[in-house]
């Protein structure tokens, strides 16, 4: 949530409609609603409705912000079992069990598809998203390396955690919320994220784990997870250092198990201590609800979970929040009842053939060259040419926009903060037609955005962290 300052100017008001709501038309009615403090009133529940409503629609269309990875299109029937639960609190677990068990099927279906070598064994918990579950899977590294430190009685303070500069905000968060020192691999050359080298050189006996991103929210390209475990079992062999694994599969994490099922990035290397991923991104439910899974319950210190008593049960959690909506957790549980596996895996190949081919064709067009195809995660990067010097990926974006596509742009992080570039992210509900207009219309825009002496947009300075 932004940081909202209050405003310093009281109050505004906005005349009604004569039409909204109760409002008698003839008698000009001169009834206005103050918007930043209380009304002394309240207003009739139609009226109030239509003000929002209205005021609403200055934001963007959901279905063309290829900016973001949270789903936007839910069928009926998830949308009216959704609406069934809206009042369920997921810490009510007593009150709501059946909710609570089709919070734990989830946690198990996860567990049998990241392939947890004995899933009885694997734990987790359904969280707010992704950043909420990274938080908890950074705090059971923490946890367990100042147990291990304190059991063979050295120091356990300033504790690490190496990651590639890519790495989305939120283990920023995590670093600066829980005192962690961030060691942060730069990108380098063609290299947009973190190399198991690169990993391992960072290593030392104050690490308590290693990111590895599967799916880079900069480009969608998957972080060598495979690699950086096994260059950390060669450092346990040489130097004796353990060092675990978690897999920021946000993304990736409901992409690859259904298309790249040769990629072994999951519980399959016994170096993964744990897992999470966004349930409202290729999880295919609206914002709301991410997972995170550990191997077995070694890999999460039990002081960590609290038990709550005082709702009727004894249950434990692991959270950061207390209350939180239960119809995200319903709606998980629904796609993965509805698809199955093979349901996935036909909903995320749309997504990337439309994502491979739509890549192939903004290629074409001649000024812009690929950061990455769309080939891992259904998502692609790209950037002008270097012989293109009229116009910026800023300039792109702004004029996109004009049309309703939302398609960022922003700089790469260190040290390839000066390579800019536009993100295409498709999701379940673009489809090729859609598509095959965004290119049309990226297409009619390059005669005039050619025309301009130079580019108009430059990055206000703005780092990108969606
Ligand atoms: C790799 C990665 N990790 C974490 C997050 C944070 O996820 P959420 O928005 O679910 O909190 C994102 C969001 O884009 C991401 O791409």
């Known amino acids: ?72 299109w839910m069928e009926p029937e998830a949308n009216r079992l959704m609406g069934e639960c809206t009042e369920k609190n997921m810490i009510d677990k007593d009150e709501y069990p059946q909710t609570a068990e089709l919070e734990r099927r989830c946690v198990s279906m996860l567990a049998h598809l990241w392939n947890a070598p004995v899933p009885e064994r694997a734990v987790g918990c359904s969280t707010t998203g992704s950043s909420e579950a990274c938080m908890l899977a950074g705090m059971a590294l923490k946890r367990r390396w100042v147990r291990r430190r304190q059991e063979a009685g050295q120091p356990a303070d300033r504790p690490n955690l190496v990651m590639g500069a890519n790495v989305q905000v939120c283990w920023e968060k995590f670093c600066n919320y829980w005192e962690v020192e961030p060691r942060t691999v730069p990108m380098e050359g063609d290299r947009y994220h973190l190399s198991a080298e690169e990993a391992v050189a960072r290593c030392d006996e104050r690490t308590i784990g290693v990111v590895a991103v599967l799916g880079s929210t900069f480009d969608g390209s998957y972080e060598p997870v495979a690699e950086i475990a096994g260059a950390l079992d060669d450092l346990q062999e040489t130097k004796g250092l353990d060092v675990p694994v978690h897999v920021d599969g946000a993304s990736g994490g409901m992409v690859a198990p259904f298309l790249d099922p040769g990629t072994v990035w999951d519980f399959r290397l016994p170096r993964v201590a744990s897992v999470n991923t966004s349930g409202h991104k290729y999880g295919l439910v609206y914002p709301g609800v991410g997972w995170v899974l550990w191997r077995d319950e070694d890999m999460l210190p ?141 297409g009619r825009l390059l005669p005039q955005l050619s025309r301009q002496s130079g580019p108009l947009e430059a990055d206000g300075g703005a780092g990108f962290h969606h």
């Open 302 to 442: 039990s002081e960590l979970v609290f038990n709550v008593n005082y709702l009727g049960g004894n249950m434990p959690t692991f959270a950061l929040n207390f209350s939180r909506p239960g119809a995200q957790v319903v709606g998980q549980y629904y796609m993965f009842l509805r698809l199955g596996f093979q349901g996935f895996k036909a909903v995320q190949k749309a997504s990337r053939d439309v994502a491979t081919w739509l890549a192939g064709q903004v290629e074409r067009l001649g000024p812009f060259q690929l950061v990455t195809r769309g080939d891992q995660l259904p998502v692609f990067a790209f950037t002008t040419r270097p012989g293109t010097t009229a116009f910026s990926v800023f300039d792109v974006s702004r004029r996109m926009r004009e049309r309703g596509w939302l398609v960022p742009a922003y700089t790469f992080p260190a040290n390839r903060s000066d390579l800019s570039v536009l993100r295409v992210v498709v999701r379940n509900g673009f489809s090729r037609d859609l598509a095959g207009l965004f290119v049309e219309d990226l």
């Open 1 to 72: 949530m932004a940081l909202h300052p209050a405003s310093s100017t009281g109050h505004q008001r906005r005349p009604r409609h004569p039409l909204h709501g109760l409002a008698n038309p003839v008698l000009g009615e001169d009834l206005v609603v103050p918007t930043e403090r209380l009304a002394e009133q309240p207003l009739p529940a139609e009226t109030a409705y239509r003000l929002v409503h209205d005021e609403l629609l200055l934001d963007g269309n959901a279905q063309l912000n290829l900016a973001t990875f949270v789903t936007t």
